[in-house]
C-alpha cells in the first residue's frame, strides 16, 4: 500500500461566527447499510447514490487534507455501514498518515467486524464505536429486521481483541422498547471492555416514526441507573464531544448523548462529508455544499481550502438547539420528503 506524504501541520485555528473551531469532520465512505434499523431506515428499498458519485478512495483524501489544514484534528469514518465500502483499509492508512489528524475512529454496526477488526487497527484505526441497541436476539432482529445480535456480539469481541485504543458502544435508547435494558448495557460493557454510549432517540433522517413520547431523555437514564448502583459522577467537562461521561462507584464510565433534551451547539466543532462530497455543516442543515464538483472539475488544494476556509467562517446552525424549541415537535421528515432528496437520509448523511 502506497502512502502518500501530507503538507505541513495545519495553520491558525479557524472558526465560525459563533466562534466555535472546525476541529472534527465525519466523513461518510458510503451510503449502503446491511441492518434496517427502524429509527434510521425504516424502508426496506432506497435510492442509492450512484456509484461514480461516490468519492474516490484519492478524493476522500484530498478532501480530508485540506480539512486538516485548516484545522481539523479528529476524523470518524462513517455510513451507512463503512465496512460495506471497498478499500476501507486503504482509505484509513491514507488517512492515519497525516501529521495532523490526532484522532482517528470510526462508527460501524458490527454485522462484518469480526474478520475485519485486526486489518482496521493495522491500517491505523484508534478508535471504533459498535452500535448494539439491545442485548435480546428477538428484540434486535425486530428493530434491525435482521438476525443481527450474534454476528454483532462477535464483531464486539474481534475489536477488544484488536486492541484499539477505544472501544465504545452505542445504544439509542427508546421508551418502551429498549429503557429495561441500561443496566444490562453497563455490565455487558464491563464484561468486554467497552464503553457504553447511551443516545436519546433523535428526530432526523428516517426517523419518520418518531415522538417525544418515545425518547428517554438524559435525565430519565441516570435515574434509571442510580437507582440500581447508587450515586454517579459526571467525569469531567463535555467539552466539543457529543457525549457527556458519567462514572460509576466502581470507577465504570459510560456517556450520554443528549442532542434532543440538552443539545450541544454552543460547542460543536464538527461536520459532515457525504460518500458523495457534500460537505454538511449541521447535521441538522437543509442542504450540502457540493465539493465533488469542484473537485472533478479541477480545484486544487488551494482553492478548495480557500472555500473551506471562507464556508466555514460564515457558519452560525444551531440546529438542535432551533429544533427542541419547535412547538408541537414532531419527525423531521416525512417518507415524501426523503424521497424527493436522499441526502436527507441520516445513512446519507453520515450520523
Known amino acids: 500500500m502506497s502512502i502518500p506524504t501530507h503538507s505541513a501541520p495545519h495553520t491558525a485555528t479557524l472558526t465560525d461566527r459563533l466562534g466555535r473551531p472546525l476541529h472534527s469532520l465525519r466523513v461518510s465512505v458510503i451510503d449502503r447499510c446491511d441492518l434496517r434499523c427502524q429509527y434510521c431506515m425504516p424502508e426496506e428499498h432506497y435510492t442509492w447514490l450512484p456509484k461514480d ?13 485540506v480539512f486538516s489544514q485548516l484545522g481539523v484534528q479528529r476524523v470518524r469514518i462513517t455510513g451507512g455501514e463503512p465496512l460495506l465500502r471497498a478499500q476501507l483499509e486503504d482509505i484509513i492508512a491514507r488517512i492515519a498518515a497525516m501529521p495532523s489528524i490526532d484522532d482517528l475512529a470510526m462508527t460501524t454496526n458490527g454485522m462484518q467486524l469480526a474478520s475485519r477488526a485486526a486489518d482496521l487497527r493495522q491500517a491505523g484505526l484508534r478508535r471504533i464505536t459498535i452500535s448494539l441497541d439491545s442485548l435480546h436476539r428477538d428484540r434486535l432482529e425486530q428493530l434491525t429486521r435482521r ?55 433523535m428526530d432526523v433522517g428516517g426517523a419518520t416514526h418518531w415522538s417525544q413520547a418515545q425518547v428517554f431523555d438524559r435525565q430519565a437514564i441516570l435515574d434509571r441507573l442510580e437507582r440500581h448502583y447508587g450515586p454517579i459522577e459526571t467525569d469531567g467537562p463535555q467539552g ?8 460509576l462507584q466502581d470507577g465504570t464510565r459510560f456517556g450520554i448523548i443528549a442532542s434532543v433534551s440538552a443539545p450541544f451547539c454552543g460547542s460543536c466543532d464538527r461536520s459532515r462529508l457525504t460518500a458523495d462530497g457534500l ?50 415537535r414532531s419527525a423531521l421528515f416525512q417518507i415524501d420528503d426523503l424521497r424527493q432528496d436522499p441526502h436527507r437520509e441520516m445513512h446519507t448523511r453520515g450520523g
Not at 163 to 185: C, H, P, Q, W, Y
Not at 240 to 247: D, G, Y
Not at 309 to 318: L, V
Request: net charge negative; charged share 30%.
Open 53 to 65: 458519485h461516490l468519492l474516490s478512495a484519492d478524493e476522500i483524501e484530498q478532501c480530508v487534507a
Open 240 to 247: 466539543p464531544a457529543p457525549a457527556e461521561r458519567f462514572r
Open 147 to 201: 438476525d443481527a445480535l450474534n454476528r454483532v456480539q462477535t464483531g464486539i469481541e474481534a475489536a477488544a481483541a484488536a486492541g484499539f485504543e477505544s472501544l465504545k458502544i452505542n445504544t439509542v435508547v427508546m421508551r418502551g422498547f429498549n429503557d429495561d435494558e441500561l443496566v444490562a448495557l453497563i455490565e455487558y460493557g464491563k464484561q468486554v471492555g467497552g464503553e457504553i454510549r447511551f443516545i436519546e432517540y
Open 279 to 328: 460537505w454538511y455543516l449541521c447535521l441538522y442543515a437543509s442542504e450540502g455544499r457540493d465539493l465533488r464538483s469542484r473537485i472533478r472539475a479541477g480545484a486544487d488544494r488551494e482553492e478548495l481550502t480557500d472555500y473551506v476556509r471562507s464556508t466555514w467562517g460564515q457558519r452560525a446552525d444551531r440546529g438542535a438547539e432551533e429544533r427542541a424549541s419547535t412547538p408541537a
